[in-house]
C-alpha cells in the first residue's frame, strides 16, 4: 500500500462546479496535510495546509481533515478554467519536514 | 524576485557525465530540501540541508549523489556518472523554520540524460 494515495484521473468537472479532489494516507501519527497545485512543466505551489480535523477555508477552497479515517480532501468552488492542474496531496512523514506525496490527480475544467 | 531560483532549467546529460543542480533559497531561508520527481508521479524526498549541514539524507541514493548548502552561495545537488534512470526533474525547497513545512519551491532543474 502506497503512503499517500490518490486518484490520478483525469477529474473532469465543468465550468462553474465544485471540484472535490481526494486524497487517503497509511500513517496514523502523520500531523500536518498540504495540498499543491502543478501545472504542467511547473513546480508545486502551495495551496493550502491543514493541521486538526475538520474544514478549512480559504477563498474558493476548502480543505477536509478526517484523522480517523485517514483521509484529506480539498474542494473547489466555482471551478475556473485556470484551476485545470495537477493536484498533489503531502502528508509529513517520519519527520516534519519529510513530506511524503501523492502522485497527482489531474483536475480538468471544462468551459 | 525573492522567491527560490534554481539553474539550470534544463540540463542535457550524456550518460558517465556528471550533472551540478544549483538553488538558491528564499531570503531569509536556511533549511532546503531536494525533491525528485519522474513523469507522472509524486514527488520524492532526497535530502534535507541547512547551511553547511546534511540533516537528512534518507532519500537519496548512496552512490553517485551527493548535496551541500555552503555557508556562501548555492545549495548544490551533484549526481555523478550519471544514467538514463537519473532523467527526472529535481525540485528545490527552502523554507524559514525548522518545524515550518511551508516549503517553497523552485522552478526544477529537468534532468535528461542521453
Known amino acids: 500500500q502506497k503512503e499517500v494515495e490518490q486518484n490520478s484521473g483525469p477529474l473532469s468537472v465543468p465550468e462553474g462546479a465544485i471540484a472535490s479532489l481526494n486524497c487517503t494516507y497509511s500513517?496514523?501519527?502523520?500531523?500536518?496535510f498540504f495540498w499543491y497545485r502543478q501545472y504542467s512543466g511547473k513546480s508545486p505551489e502551495l495551496i493550502m495546509f491543514?493541521?486538526s480535523n475538520g474544514d478549512k477555508e480559504d477563498g474558493r477552497f476548502t480543505a477536509q481533515l478526517n484523522k480517523a479515517s485517514q483521509y484529506v480532501s480539498l474542494l473547489i468552488r466555482d471551478s475556473q478554467p485556470s484551476d485545470s492542474a495537477t493536484y498533489l496531496c503531502?502528508?509529513?512523514?517520519?519527520?516534519?519536514?519529510?513530506?511524503?506525496w501523492g502522485a497527482g490527480t489531474k483536475l480538468i475544467i471544462k468551459p | 524576485n525573492a522567491g527560490v531560483m534554481q539553474n539550470p532549467r534544463h540540463l542535457v546529460r550524456r550518460r558517465g557525465q556528471e550533472a551540478r543542480l544549483r538553488c538558491s533559497p528564499m531570503?531569509?531561508?536556511?533549511?532546503v530540501y531536494w525533491y525528485r520527481q519522474l513523469p507522472e508521479e509524486g514527488l520524492k524526498f532526497m535530502v534535507y540541508?541547512?547551511?553547511?549541514?546534511?540533516?537528512?539524507e534518507s532519500g537519496m541514493p548512496k552512490e553517485r549523489f551527493s548535496a551541500e548548502f555552503p555557508k556562501e552561495g548555492p545549495s548544490i545537488l551533484r549526481i555523478q556518472q550519471v544514467v538514463r534512470g537519473d532523467s527526472a526533474a529535481y525540485f528545490c525547497?527552502?523554507?524559514?523554520?525548522?518545524?515550518?513545512?511551508?516549503?517553497?519551491f523552485g522552478p526544477g532543474t529537468r534532468l535528461t540524460v542521453l
Open positions: 525547497a527552502s523554507s524559514l523554520r525548522l518545524a515550518d513545512n511551508e516549503q517553497f
Open positions: 540541508l541547512q547551511k553547511e549541514n546534511i540533516i537528512d
Open positions: 503531502a502528508v509529513n512523514g517520519r519527520s516534519n519536514y519529510q513530506l511524503i
Open positions: 500513517d496514523r501519527g502523520s500531523q500536518s
Open positions: 491543514i493541521y
Open positions: 531570503k531569509g531561508h536556511s533549511h
